[in-house]
């Protein structure tokens, strides 16, 4: 894409109120609008983004066979009052209201509420189970504070999975597949995620969350650096190991992710159930499992920058390639066109800055947008024009056959 | 995909409150699922159709040079109370609520409120326009009475398109410019949607909407066949057409799009304006370009069935060929097995029947789920297995050598 196109530029200032380090850098680099506190518009590079997480986390829900579905953000109050959560903690969390015909209505936080009586119209014996649905789908959630922009939006994009099983051992089997799957699926956005573990619920005592150290992070989770094991503080009564004593480093984290044994605790609600090998009725199993790409976005823009800007890992870029012409020396044109054609001819997303403006601020724009690999073209490159990779302050040189063979793999 | 493993099989009913022919067809071939009155879960089969829509839709924006960005549905109510529609249409049509700390929001049934602002912050000159930016994202409108299924949810998929210019001459030459991408994207989608004039806005006198002429469509228009023009009721004043006296046919319709030229009625109330050539601040001229595809679905769902079920078009299909394997013959196994690997291999979206059922039951679901092309695998078929094009209820018989070449230029 031509620079000149693109829709949201850089800007000096983000705006006043905005504190963190995640939405001030990407308000800055064009890649988010704030419309108010926890609210964002995605422009495109930041649209670009989003989309790159989505389509990896996707990749790993398919591949574990769970189906993709879509369910709606506006929910009626009934389902919500058979699980008593339309009051607690629907009344703390929900964003509820009325519309015509007095009707109620909240905005979706989670989903078991409607995907249980959904799965329910489609199981009957044991034959139809294990299964597991996912959607990709924006909630809400009436945050009292909202200042850790895309960390705790108001509106905000995720991934929900509900696994359906028979018995306890085969939900204990998923739930691990499920674990490996964010492992592949927070590994290949370039995130470290901790499996820490959480309080649970009614049928399990712990669940797990994925926490990624930062210093911004608004979790505190305790880890023990001998054992690899990490416990949220919510859970820790003590400072030590409970494995193996050693002390433990207190750290700030962002919570990624979150999975949990739900056990019968929904289906009681809906009475979903099956037919077991004896015919007898039984409560169908569940498991869920949260994954926030809008997040996941913001936990990125946390770890991956520097003093000038944001540094994407290459798998969720908004471009692989940032092309910037310096001048507009005929012959500079002409090499940078030439560069242009070729790489987005091998399929490789450029962002082609040929926008006439200085050397200094495509430089500056160029840092603070963070597009992993960069190619300068100008008069005094002439022929020799060399790739960097934009991995830390000193850039990464690569020469023009190198590059274009790595980029090739990318 | 293999049947056995698809999530949401068919059913004999639909809900009974279910009047609206496009929601019972998809609800009972396992398409989409009722939450409540116009609130639906898009189930496999129904998310394939709406991506295919939106991709289509995708591409035509793209091509038109307009940038995708995605704007919150959760709005506060500030912006609307600077249109003015916070209290009109918003009280009648706005989801409107209060969150903690008294903030009051809205849900956007329309965007002009968002994308104003934003737009606002990258105009300075004449020299940023013209420019456009679209999404494609889910909306929501307090409807008294949602019957209608997909063509009149409450929460409802939209893709909107907004259009930024410095003069009138440009607007329209833009206007022109989106009528044919439209018109390129209704025909990929299948739908023969009449260009229809309509009330316009203090701007301009007429707007435009695309019409799906069905029995079951909720507007009225009234054609003439001789010119090949049409109108919506609410602007008709003779039953003659204004052009050329015939007498014009009244017709009830579908409206999958509609476009404004919205002038300066929100650039006035956000003072989003620009410097001229003569550096003379002029207020920016915007139009605005709806397209929905989740009603897209259900009018196509209208036109495309017979008494036994669905028909998609190949361009929106879930899948594009329908495997049916009759029989647990080894060697029928075997052959069902081949093709579906050939096809799949050949890059070819199939759903593979596999399932333990009886061949009438079989072919009630494939007739039902409307997948265009079946090929049927049974021990009469032998090695003569024959690709079969579901294009009406007598199917057109294509060989195995002309099936397969069709199907790669799918």
New interface residues.
């Given amino acids: 894409m031509r620079q000149s196109?693109?829709?949201?530029?850089t800007r000096k200032k983000a705006p006043k109120d905005e504190v963190s380090v995640n939405a001030e850098l990407l308000i800055r680099a064009g890649f988010i609008?704030k419309?108010?506190a926890g609210?964002?518009?995605?422009?495109?590079l930041g649209?670009r983004v989003?989309t790159a997480i989505q389509n990896i986390i996707r990749k790993e829900m398919n591949d574990l066979?769970a189906?993709?579905?879509?369910?709606?953000?506006?929910?009626?109050k009934?389902p919500w009052e058979k699980t008593g959560r339309w009051s607690k903690p629907g009344k703390e969390v929900m964003?509820?209201?009325k519309?015509?015909?007095d009707r109620a209505?909240g905005?979706g936080w989670t989903h078991e509420e409607?995907v249980t009586p959904?799965v329910k119209?489609?199981v009957n014996s044991y034959r139809d189970l294990p299964?597991a649905?996912y959607q990709i789908q924006?909630k809400?959630r009436?945050?009292?504070r909202a200042k850790s922009g895309l960390l705790r939006g108001?509106?905000f994009n995720m991934k929900d999975l509900y696994s359906f099983h028979a018995d306890e051992e085969d939900l204990e089997r998923y739930y691990e597949k499920v674990m490996q799957a964010y492992g592949l699926a927070f590994d290949r956005c370039g995130l470290v995620a901790l499996v820490t573990e959480a309080s649970g619920g009614a049928f399990s005592p712990r669940s797990h969350e994925y926490q990624v150290v930062t210093p911004h992070g608004e979790d505190l989770i305790f880890s023990c650096h001998h054992c690899n094991k990490h416990q949220n503080k919510e859970i820790v009564t003590d400072t030590h190991c409970p494995e193996c004593g050693t002390e433990r480093e207190e750290q700030k984290a962002i919570e990624v992710g979150n999975i949990f044994k739900l056990g019968t605790r929904f289906s009681e609600a809906f009475h979903a159930t099956y037919q077991d090998r004896e015919g007898k009725e039984q409560l169908v199993l569940m498991g869920c499992y949260g994954m926030g790409p809008s997040r996941i976005m913001g936990a990125i823009a946390e770890v991956y920058h520097d003093d000038t800007g944001l540094m994407w890992p290459v798998s969720v870029a908004p471009f692989t390639v940032h092309l910037l012409q310096l001048g507009t020396d005929d012959a500079v044109k002409k090499q940078a066109e030439e560069w242009y054609g070729a790489l987005t001819g091998a399929g490789i997303a450029v962002l082609f800055d040929e926008r006439d403006l200085s050397a200094g601020e495509k430089f500056a724009d160029s840092d603070l947008i963070g597009i992993p690999y960069r190619l300068v073209i100008s008069k005094k490159t002439g022929e020799g024009a060399e790739l960097k990779l934009r991995t830390s302050p000193d850039m990464q040189v690569i020469t023009r056959t190198e590059g274009l063979k790595r980029l090739s793999h990318v």
């Fill in positions: 196109t693109l829709f949201g530029s609008d419309v108010s609210i964002y518009t995605y422009l495109p649209l989003l066979g189906m993709e579905i879509r369910m709606p953000a506006l929910h009626p009934e964003f509820q209201f519309g015509h015909g209505y905005l409607i959904l119209q489609y299964f649905v924006d809400f009436d945050e009292p108001r509106e």
